[in-house]
């Protein structure tokens, strides 16, 4: 059962932006902080950023003045605003949203910045 839906991955020249969308299903109660990660190959899963259910944010060093996340509690959607990319950007993005009995991920959205 599919429980977050990513949407607006795809291929950007180096410089552009890319706007992803992240939509829980209503059968999540009670979010409290949603965010995006990245997979790049061969690398970890990582933090890009998280927001709280009150809209306190935090950014991984490297997409601060770059990413903006962003949500809509009535919609249970989050978003990530992606602008100034660079080619290190490329990865596999994923939603997650956090309740107090389990994290809940999303399936991901290729993300590839060419140079």
């Known amino acids: 059962q599919v429980q977050l839906v990513e949407s607006g991955g795809g291929l950007v020249q180096a410089g552009g932006s890319l706007r992803l969308s992240c939509v829980a299903s209503r059968m999540i109660f009670r979010i409290n902080d949603m965010g995006w990660y990245r997979q790049a190959p061969g690398k970890q899963r990582e933090l890009v950023a998280a927001?709280?259910?009150?809209?306190?944010?935090n950014y991984a060093d490297s997409v601060k003045g770059r990413f903006t996340i962003s949500r809509d509690n009535a919609k249970n959607t989050v978003y990530l605003q992606m602008n100034s990319m660079k080619p290190e950007d490329t990865a596999v993005y994923y939603c997650k949203a956090e309740t107090r009995y389990r994290d809940y991920w999303g399936q991901g959205t290729q993300v590839t910045v060419s140079s």
């Open positions: 927001i709280s259910s009150g809209g306190f944010t």
